[in-house]
């Protein structure tokens, strides 16, 4: 399987479980690996026949502007969401950072991987 990457893509959101980190915008990190078929994105070599990566950040910047969060955990999931459900992905790995939110730690976060199957499987649910 083919992979398109996006690394250190910062976004600013209010996400935490405390009250006052309700009132601040902080950035999270994303790493992403995006499970794609890029053949035919290859042999034709027109933009329409590959992953639009500027179009993936999009569809992350509107969640974080439709939701706020307070578990890395739920975003991490609704993103991976709605990646799936507006792309071709075939699968995801996401890593997500939060710098900062521990004090003895440079960054700390979550990583998920999921397949376009798994959300065949488990239906839509309440993320």
């Keep these: 399987m083919d992979k398109v990457f996006i690394r250190q893509l910062e976004i600013q959101t209010h996400i935490g479980v405390h009250a006052w980190e309700h009132h601040i915008r902080r950035p ?3 790493d ?14 027109h933009i329409r026949d590959a992953l639009d990566y ?8 509107r969640l974080v502007r439709e ?9 991490a999931e609704s993103a991976a969401r709605r990646l ?14 939060k710098p900062g939110a521990v004090t003895a730690a440079r960054t700390v976060g ?14 839509r649910g309440g993320v």
Excluded: H, M, N, W
Excluded at 67 to 75: A, K
Excluded at 110 to 123: L, M
């Design 67 to 75: 939701r706020q969060f307070q578990l890395l955990e739920t975003f």
């Design 28 to 30: 999270l990190i994303l």
């Design 110 to 123: 979550v990583e998920i991987e999921r397949r376009r199957e798994d959300y065949a499987v488990c239906g």
């Design 84 to 97: 799936f459900e507006e792309f071709p992905l075939l699968s995801l790995r996401l890593s997500v950072s």
């Design 32 to 45: 992403l690996d995006l499970g794609v078929d890029t053949r035919e994105a290859a042999a034709s070599d």
């Design 54 to 61: 500027k179009a993936v950040c999009d569809a992350i910047e």
